[in-house]
Nanobody, 125 residues
Framework: VQLVESGGGLVQPGGSLRLSCAAS????????VTWARQVPGMGLEWVCG???????YYALSVRGRFTISRDNAKNTVHLQMDSLKPEDTAVYHC????????????????????WGQGTQVTVSS
């Protein structure tokens, strides 16, 4: 099983980035996928998630600015981030879980089945 994030980089406030999470080694369409972010010295912050049926949910801090989508044919989940703010600066990780017993945003790090290594997003002028 492998999850590889890409698409991070440096962007000015108000700009956009599109992150991707490419999966391999398992039946991707059966898994729910979460994006979470972490700033050094801070805890992991849940950003958004998408279930196997395509329904999606967002943290209040990104609602209306971020959009998560999945392409099961390509085993990929995308995170479109618009109107970026300096406080969005973090390492963004994707994670998958097969059996969702509670809402994604309530799961702890250890309750996810696999995590990617992350991609750095820096929002700065």
């Amino acid at each position: 099983v492998q999850l590889v994030e890409s698409g991070g980089g440096l962007v000015q406030p108000g700009g956009s980035l599109r992150l991707s999470c490419a999966a391999s080694g398992f039946t991707f369409k059966n898994f729910a996928v979460t994006w979470a972010r972490q700033v050094p010295g801070m805890g992991l912050e849940w950003v958004c998630g998408i279930y196997s049926n395509g329904s999606s949910y967002y943290a209040l801090s990104v609602r209306g600015r971020f959009t998560i989508s999945r392409d099961n044919a390509k085993n990929t989940v995308h995170l479109q981030m618009d109107s970026l703010k300096p406080e969005d600066t973090a390492v963004y990780h994707c994670a998958i879980v097969a059996e969702v017993l509670r809402p994604l945003q309530t799961l702890t790090r250890g309750e996810y089945d696999y995590w990617g290594q992350g991609t750095q997003v820096t929002v700065s002028s």
